[in-house]
Nanobody, 123 residues
C-alpha cells in the first residue's frame, strides 16, 4: 500500500512558477514509477509527467515539455513537479500517482492516487 499526499498548489499569475510536492508513505517508494496528472473542469484527466524509480528516466506530456520538471528524492519519499512559465490553461487539479512502471502511468492506470491539489493560473 502507498499513500500519497500532495501539497504546494495555489494561485499564481501567468508566467509565474509553482512547485508541487507529493509525500509518499511506505518503505518501497523507490520501486515505484511516479507521475503527475491533472484534470481541468469538464476535461478528462491528462498525463503531465513521470519519473522512474531511480530518477534516471523522465517523460512529459506534450503540453508541458520544456516548462515543467519532475524530480524525486528517494530518501525523503517525495516527488516534485516544478512548474515554470505557467499559463491559464495549466489551471487544474493536479494529482500525484504511483505505478508499477512507465506504461502504467502513460496509459493512466497507476495503482495509487493522491487526493489532488488545485493550481490556478490567472491571466
Amino acid at each position: 500500500q502507498v499513500q500519497l499526499v500532495e501539497s504546494g498548489g495555489g494561485l499564481v499569475q501567468a508566467g509565474g512558477s509553482l512547485r508541487l510536492s507529493c509525500a509518499a508513505s511506505g518503505r518501497t517508494f523507490s520501486r515505484y514509477s511516479m507521475g503527475w496528472f491533472r484534470q481541468a473542469p469538464g476535461k478528462e484527466r491528462e498525463f503531465v509527467a513521470g519519473i522512474g524509480g531511480s530518477g534516471g528516466s523522465t517523460y512529459y506530456g506534450d503540453s508541458v515539455k520544456g516548462r515543467f520538471t519532475i524530480s524525486r528524492n528517494n530518501v525523503k519519499n517525495t516527488v516534485y513537479l516544478q512548474m515554470n512559465s505557467l499559463k491559464p490553461e495549466d489551471t487544474a487539479v493536479y494529482y500525484c500517482a504511483a505505478g508499477s512502471d512507465r506504461n502504467s502511468l502513460v496509459v493512466g492506470t497507476p495503482g495509487y492516487w493522491g487526493q489532488g491539489t488545485q493550481v490556478t493560473v490567472s491571466s
